[in-house]
């Protein structure tokens, strides 16, 4: 009998989905990891810095995240990922500041899964840092861990996106859901996605926060539900009651410490949980990362960014402040990584398949350390030549 090529809401099945949560939870290896708690593997990242600077066995550990996040628990946690705090509270003091001047202005950013209440949200948090704050941007963004899993899920020419989410003291949780792009799209919207677009959504995002404090579980940090990634027709099975209601009898949550980032499979059951506490300010900044191949769930104005950063990251090199790894690294959070689409007949390829890239153009000019009135020349004019 030839399956259907459409999934349905009425035909998702609890009995299914539980089976297949259930099934082959011990196949996916974790070498790398330095403890595993309710099946999610935690890696302690000072201890593998050594293995990001060796291409065998960073390759080997980014395919171990890869299989985690396919057909493992669907969520990993990278713990002391930021050693240095002190980003970390510096970018928190600007996002502070953000959400008081947004507040001053009228603003109310929602939440897509929790009602109104003592939560703050901001949106395009990565733009807004960028050009509020180049210094602490280039400081924050600088970090080999984010790079080295995005790029495990999503190859390179990823584009970075980021919500800063606040949730005080009080702050409702959300509902089960999963993420972009058909997890934020009505059921009858989804149904019309045939099941091939359901399988390829996931590896086209990769979800991930940064814990701006400590989370102690009843701040409520994360609820997850490991390995519900692997149900085909979650897309369309997460809104029903009895799959919420088995979510949130079998919910985990793990607790965070400031620094400390947690990366997970968008199809993976998940909800922020609600702050029980009476003194914790849940901050956490919320990684959109998407594919060079899909479509980013913001826009950002890019080439603002990189003029905002460019005079930050010359005088950084010329002080050898940040490696040239750190350097890329920044690189790739602000400027767009894949060369399309663009106006080819005024932006031919040059010397290749494809013409130059917003990164490429970003990380040429530092390397020849060009003027930063050279470089904004040139940014806009290659922006101008990708236009119709």
């Excluded at 001053?104 to 897509?112: F, S, T």
């Excluded at 584009?159 to 005080?168: D, F, L």
């Amino acid at each position: 009998m030839k399956p259907h090529r459409h999934y349905r809401e009425e035909d998702c099945s609890l009995h299914d989905f539980v089976a297949v949560l259930e099934r082959d939870r011990d196949t996916v290896r974790t070498a790398y990891a330095h403890s595993v708690r309710h099946h999610v593997p935690i890696y302690d990242c000072p201890s593998l810095d050594r293995v990001l600077g060796d291409a065998v066995r960073r390759m080997a550990l980014q395919e171990e995240w890869a299989d985690v996040l396919e057909q493992g628990a669907g969520v990993f946690v990278l713990k002391r990922a930021y050693t240095d705090t002190a980003t970390i509270d510096a970018a928190s003091a600007v996002f502070e500041a953000i959400i008081h001047d947004e507040r001053a202005a009228g603003g109310a950013a929602a939440d897509h899964f929790a009602k109104a209440g003592a939560n703050d949200r901001i949106w395009n948090a990565q733009q807004k840092l960028c050009l509020r704050a180049p210094e602490v941007f280039a400081r924050y963004y600088a970090n080999p861990f984010l790079v080295a899993a995005s790029e495990a899920w999503l190859g390179p020419c990823y584009q970075m996106t980021a919500q800063v989410n606040v949730v005080r003291p009080g702050g409702a949780a959300q509902q089960a859901h999963r993420d972009y792009h058909l997890g934020f799209q009505t059921v009858e919207q989804a149904q019309r996605y045939p099941a091939q677009v359901h399988a390829m959504s996931p590896f086209l995002t990769l979800q991930g926060a940064v814990a701006h404090g400590d989370m102690p579980v009843e701040s409520g940090p994360t609820k997850l539900l490991p390995f519900s990634q692997r149900y085909a027709p979650g897309y369309l099975a997460w809104r029903r009651q009895d799959f919420r209601d088995y979510f949130e009898a079998h919910q985990r949550q793990l607790p965070l410490e400031k620094g400390d980032v947690i990366f997970f499979n968008p199809a993976l059951f998940h909800a922020a949980g609600e702050n029980r506490t009476a003194d914790v300010q849940r901050m956490a900044n919320l990684l959109q990362v998407s594919s060079a191949y899909g479509r980013a769930m913001e826009s950002l104005d890019r080439v603002a960014m990189c003029e905002a950063l460019y005079p930050v990251l010359l005088e950084r090199m010329a002080h050898d402040d940040l490696t040239l790894a750190e350097i890329d690294a920044v690189i790739a959070s602000c400027a767009e990584g894949y060369p399309f689409p663009t106006n080819l007949d005024s932006d031919p390829p040059s010397g290749g398949l494809a013409p130059e890239s917003q990164q490429a153009l970003m990380s040429r000019a530092l390397r020849e350390a060009w003027r930063n009135e050279d470089f904004v020349a040139a940014i806009r004019a290659q922006a101008g030549r990708r236009q119709a």
